[in-house]
């Protein structure tokens, strides 16, 4: 109990920051590895029957929308690699 108490001390304090960049990177990794391994396959099951059907079946695949919504919420969220960041870098 005085463990998790202490805990929630630190966090209140601002001094417990997880580090989620690799975790960010993680699940990036692995929606992709998923679009190209399994992803590929079920779009050769489509038969798609040109260019642009073949670019409609990779967006509406679940793990490449995953990817879109990690990349925005990444791009978003408040941090080094948000559009904040940026454009206060080129600011500065």
Do not use: C
Not at 1 to 14: L, P, S, T
Not at 41 to 46: P, T, W
Not at 73 to 79: D, H, I, L, N, R
Request: no cysteine; charged share 25%.
């Amino acid at each position: 109990m005085v463990g998790a108490i202490g805990r929630i001390r630190r966090r209140q304090r601002g001094l417990h920051r997880p580090a989620y960049a690799p975790r960010r990177a993680r699940l990036l990794a692995i929606v992709l590895v998923a679009s190209v391994t399994s992803g590929r396959l079920r779009i050769k099951g489509y038969q798609p029957i040109d260019r642009a059907d073949r670019i409609d079946d990779w967006l509406y695949l679940p793990e490449v929308l995953y990817a879109f919504m990690l990349i925005i919420f990444v791009s978003a969220g408040a941090g080094p690699y948000s559009l904040d960041a940026a454009i206060l870098r080129l600011i500065n």
